[in-house]
Every structure is written in structure tokens, then in C-alpha cells.
């Protein structure tokens, strides 16, 4: 129902610039003021004209781009009141938690509401002398049925605050007024007011267009370090132009990196089409891996998107099955890329990559969900906050995990198979030609979201290979079976191996400092989760002797082989006693280096696999 619902919205929309040009329709004008920044709060003024007779329904988001849990940025608003074209007050209804029912109105309705926001991150809004740091679903109301209306925001800054606009809202003359062609542009469109210093650089297209890319940053570091942290984002940016070929047509010719680093802010990325609103605590210096990783969403989500993305729910959690592919691929991209650009080393990546392979081989969340099925956890997990306990941390891989491990399979293989001729940026170009490249009917749409069944087509395509492709698709997309890592790794002279070879393990068995009490979920198929121990129980004895910490408790297993069977006496959390016997295997961590480092040399097929994998692909 829902989906039938959507797509006949979507359908509207994609009609509407031949039946009704935009500027034929009254805009949606908002005024955002802060008069007293050191309270956290905005004064915002919103004016629908034009609107139809009946109830105006005016409503604060629930979600936002890029963020999948409900966040009810209606929590925060308070102050409201309605007025008519004339200024008379208007009476408001509730007939939901995130509503404002507005009737009695002549066509006109102006509401004003004060809202309070102080979390520095790319989902919320933060407000305090330093700037005004907005994402703009937890800032703006909006109504129900005037999504495809054009909009204008003014911001008004706090006197002599030094403040400058950082937006991907398309600019006016008047440096503080801004528009936008619809509500998702602009729900796309975080804004940072404050006193940022700028750096940018200018990139080209094959066909001959210019970009300019921006890096807006407000932070205490130095200039030298904004210089380096600019310097490293070209570099991010030349080289990740090269998976794709081509840079997407940014809406307003700019793309924008809206970077602030300050000390009480949280480390955080969010992707846009135009921009990224990137934050931390540290050095601007230290934030080069998410603005990778950010740079990379403008193709790979934010016109590579998946179905169930578009066009944006904001009135409900959006579920989509692609996110392992969403954040999962650019997750191995942001590495990459930073890897192929010389801002991370050749050991730091393959470690990155050993990583990804390891936490899906020995990660227990794979026995119950494939990377499909993680994608629907999101609005569970991605900064959702519930009071009640899971057991995700056995049942649950993150999709960007998991993702990334199949990005990586899949570039591994089809190298390995085609012997470098072809590799997954083919594919992803492929993905970005039938998918990103066609764009919209307007900035902030996008007219052909892919679907899973896609993804395995385009697979065929790149490797003239359907059988291939649709066995990698029932294996690894919609199934759970996991790739032989060891064996791809090897053709690029990485050796994945065990990292604690030849130790004893009881399970990831952690926490208790006094007594040997299992602090955390055990993992169906580890040793103690088999033997029936689990988290709160409290570990008394083995074999026979005392045991009274978890570091005793580790230091016995120690001193036993992978086989080895061991008696446990332990009591449950009710006091209850009882026993069990515990059959320790090999610590499975893992982990990835080059063959250099294990004593061994890479052979040249081997050194060439890793260059074409690893290496620069810039001026080739
Ligand atoms: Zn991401």
C-alpha cells in the first residue's frame, strides 16, 4: 500500500515541469533568526500563500536523508502560533505528535515557533554564539501537499556575530536569502552559519564543465591546517572522480564540504548531493577518511539510489534493501581512495580490507541475515535509542561492514577472474550510467533508483557473465555465504592469517573486574556460548580450582591447546550454581598484511594485482 502510495507521488512529480512550471507556484518563504544564540534556540517564521481551502496541515520530519531511525524533531518546537493573510491568529489542532492542523485559514497561513537544538552532527541542529549549524529537517515545518513548491530561506545572523552562509541552497543576490526548487533540495540542504574560512579549487568534467569545489571549515585549528586538510580533500576528490569518469553535475556548479571541528561537537558524516556536512572533535586535520567516504555518497546514493530512498519519507522511517551497497561499497571506496590518493599507506589499507573480510567470516550475525536483511535493520540501529536490551551484537552485522567485505569480494573477483580487465569501478560505472547519470526532473529527484535484481543485471552486463552474476547474487547479495577471502587476498600478495595462531579460545568473553563475570553477549557457535554460558553468568572454577578474575580466567585458558576440553563451574545471575565443560578452539581473529611482513616477497603478477588494485589511478 505504501509503496503503490509512493510511487503514484513520484509519478506526480515527475509530471509536473511539463504541466506546471515551478515559478507559476507561489513559494514557501521561511524567516530563520537567532536573537539569542547562547540558548540554543531559533525564532523561524514560515508563510504558505496559495494554499488550497480546507485544513493545511503543517508538520515537523520524523527522519532525515541519509539517517534511518525516527528522531521526532517535533520534540523541540514549542511557541507555535498560526495567523491568517490579514494577521489574525488562527486556532491549531494536534491531531499527531509531529502536526499542526491549521483551519479558518484565506489562502494564506504564517506560522511562527521557537525551536531548541545543541548536537553538532548531520542530523541535528546546533545553535550557540559560535554558529548556527542546521540540518534542515530538524529545523524547518513544512506542509503536507506542498512539497514540489519552491522556497526561499533568509537567515538572519546575530548582530556583529561574523557569521557567513556555508549551503548548497541555490544563493541570490542577498548573501543571507536562499532558494531551493523543492522540499527535498531542500531537506537536502544543511546550512552552517558562522565565521568558517574557505578554501576551494576548481575541477573539470570530460565534456568541458567546471565545478567548483568548497571547503567551508569553522574550527579552532590553525590556517596551516585547514591548508592541509584542503590539500588532502583535492587529492580525495581527484582520485575518486576516476571510478566514476565523471564528476555528476552539481545543481549550483559548487560542491561543498561544510567541515566543522570543534571541541564539544560529535564526530560525524552526512551525506547531500551538493555538499557533506562533516564534524568531529579533533584536528580538521584528522577528518580525511569521512570526507572520502562522504565525497564518494555524491555518486553512490545521492544519484546511484536505492529504491525505498526516493523520493525521501520524511513522515516515517525509510527502509531500503541496498544500504550494504548505499554504505557498504562507499565504506570500501572511502578506503580505497585515501589508499589509491597517498593519505593512507599500502599496510593501513590491507589492514582496513582484512578487517572487513574478518568481521563477516567470523561474525555470527551472518547466520541469521544477509546483507539484504541487515540493510532493513537500519532504522533499529543507525542512532536509534530504545530502553529495552538486543542482541545485535551477535545477530547483527553493520551493513556498512558487511558491504564493505562484499564490495571488496567482488572487486577481488572479478579481477581475479578477468585477470584485472575488468574490476568493480566497471561496475560501478556501469551502475552509475543506467542509474546516477540520468538524474531527475529537478534537483533533489532521482528518476531511476535501482533495485537489488539491478545490481545482479548490471554484474552481467560488466561481465558479459550471467551465470556469474546471478550466482554472486543468490550467494552474496540476498544470500549468506562468504567469499574465499584468503585465496583473492593472495593474488595481490596479502596474506589474511590468524592473528593469535595456535591460542586457545573460550569466546569473546569480556567485562568483570573483581569476579570472572561475562560482560558481554556470547555469539552462537563460540565455545561458551555451546557449553550454555552466557552474558551476567559468573564464572567460579576451572577444573576444580578458584577462579577469581577475568584476567585469571584468561590467563588459565592460556595455558591450554585448541581441543582442549575444560570444567566450568559458574553461577547464573540469580545465584543459581551449576557446571558445564567448555571445548576451546583456535582464537579465530584475523587479520591482513603484506606478504613482505610475513618474511615472504611478492612474485610481479602479485605486485601488478596490487598496484592496478591499490594504486593511483589518476593521469593513467
Ligand atoms: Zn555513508
Not at 553538532?120 to 503536507?144: C, E, F, K, Q, S
Not at 556555508?166 to 565565521?195: G, H, I, K, M, V
Not at 576516476?242 to 561544510?258: I, K, L, N
Request: hydrophobic letters at 40%.
Amino acid at each position: 500500500m505504501r509503496t503503490l502510495v509512493r510511487a503514484v507521488v513520484a509519478a506526480a512529480v515527475m509530471l509536473l515541469p511539463l504541466s506546471a512550471p515551478p515559478d507559476a507556484q507561489a513559494p514557501v518563504v521561511y524567516k530563520v533568526s537567532f536573537p539569542a544564540p547562547e540558548h540554543h534556540v531559533a525564532n523561524v517564521e514560515v508563510v504558505f500563500s496559495g494554499v488550497s481551502a480546507g485544513t493545511l496541515q503543517a508538520r515537523m520530519s520524523r527522519s532525515s536523508p541519509g539517517r534511518y531511525a525516527v528522531h521526532e524533531f517535533a520534540k523541540n518546537v514549542y511557541d507555535v502560533h498560526a495567523f491568517d493573510g490579514k494577521g489574525s491568529e488562527l486556532v491549531t489542532s494536534r491531531p499527531n505528535p509531529y502536526q499542526w492542523d491549521v483551519a479558518g485559514h484565506d489562502g494564506t497561513v504564517r506560522i511562527t515557533y521557537k525551536i531548541y537544538g545543541d548536537l553538532v552532527d548531520g542530523t541535528y541542529l546546533a545553535i550557540d554564539p559560535a554558529h548556527a549549524h542546521m540540518n534542515m529537517p530538524a529545523t524547518l515545518m513544512w506542509a503536507r501537499r506542498m512539497d514540489d513548491r519552491p522556497v526561499r530561506v533568509t537567515f538572519t545572523p546575530p548582530a556583529e556575530s561574523g557569521w557567513k552562509a556555508a549551503t548548497q541552497l541555490f544563493p541570490t543576490s542577498d548573501p543571507w536569502t536562499f532558494t531551493a526548487p523543492n522540499l527535498q533540495y531542500l531537506f537536502d540542504s544543511p546550512t552552517e552559519l558562522s565565521a568558517y574560512r574557505l578554501r576551494e579549487f576548481t575541477v573539470k568534467n570530460p565534456d568541458g564543465k567546471t565545478f567548483t569545489i568548497r571547503a567551508a571549515v569553522h574550527t579552532e585549528s590553525s590556517d596551516q591546517d585547514i591548508d592541509q586538510y584542503a590539500a588532502g580533500v583535492e587529492k580525495i576528490v581527484r582520485e575518486a572522480v576516476t571510478v566514476f569518469g565523471e564528476y555528476p553535475e552539481y545543481d549550483t556548479g559548487t560542491y561543498t564540504f561544510v567541515a566543522d571541528y570543534l571541541p564539544t561537537n560529535a564526530g560525524d558524516g552526512m551525506e547531500h548531493r551538493n555538499s557533506t556536512a562533516v564534524s568531529g572533535r579533533g584536528n580538521v586535520r584528522n577528518g580525511l577518511g569521512t570526507a572520502s567516504h562522504e565525497f564518494f555518497h555524491c555518486w553512490n546514493v545521492e544519484r546511484i539510489r536505492p529504491q525505498g530512498l526516493e523520493p525521501f519519507n520524511f513522515e516515517e522511517a525509510n527502509l531500503t534493501d541496498s544500504l550494504w551497497v548505499a554504505e557498504g561499497f562507499t565504506q570500501y571506496y572511502g578506503s580505497l581512495i585515501t589508499g589509491r590518493a597517498g593519505i593512507s599507506d599500502v599496510k593501513n589499507t590491507v589492514r582496513n580490507m582484512g578487517n572487513l573480510a574478518a568481521e563477516v567470516i567470523n561474525g555470527s550475525g551472518r547466520q541469521f541475515r544477509s546483507p539484504v536483511e541487515m540493510s532493513h535493520m537500519a532504522p533499529f540501529v543507525d542512532a536509534a535509542r530504545a530502553v529495552d536490551p538486543t542482541n545485535f551484537s551477535t545477530t547483527f552485522i553493520s551493513y556498512y561492514t558487511y558491504g564493505g567485505a562484499v564490495a571488496l569480494a567482488l572487486d577481488l573477483t572479478l579481477r581475479d577472474k578477468t585477470d584485472g580487465r575488468i574490476t568493480l569501478d566497471d561496475f560501478m560505472r556501469a551502475m552509475w550510467k543506467a542509474h546516477g547519470k540520468p538524474g531527475g526532473p529537478q534537483p533533489g529527484l532521482v528518476a531511476k533508483p535501482y533495485a537489488v535484481t539491478d545490481l545482479r543485471d548490471r554484474l552481467a552486463e560488466v561481465s558479459g557473465d550471467r551465470a556469474f552474476a546471478e550466482d554472486f547474487y543468490k550467494r552474496y547479495m540476498i544470500g549468506r555465504d562468504v567469499a574465499d577471502y584468503a585465496r583473492l587476498m593472495q593474488r595481490a600478495g596479502v596474506v589474511l592469517r590468524k592473528r593469535n595462531a595456535g591460542r586457545a579460545w573460550a569466546g569473546e568473553i569480556r567485562g568483570g573486574q573483581e569476579a570472572a563475570r561475562i560482560g558481554n553477549l556470547q555469539a552462537p557457535g563460540t565455545p561458551a556460548y555451546d557449553a550454555g554460558l552466557e552474558q551476567d553468568d559468573t564464572i567460579t572454577e576451572i577444573d576444580g580450582k578458584a577462579i577469581a578474575s577475568l584476567q585469571q580466567f584468561g590467563e588459565r585458558i592460556a595455558g591450554h591447546k585448541p581441543g582442549d576440553t575444560i570444567s566450568v563451574s559458574f553461577k547464573r545471575r540469580n545465584g543459581v550454581a551449576q557446571s558445564t565443560k567448555i571445548v576451546l578452539t583456535e582464537d579465530p581473529a584475523l587479520e591482513a598484511v603484506l606478504i613482505e611482513d610475513t618474511g615472504g616477497a611478492p612474485t610481479a603478477a602479485q605486485k601488478a594485482f596490487r598496484d592496478a588494485w591499490l594504486g593511483s589511478k589518476q593521469n593513467r
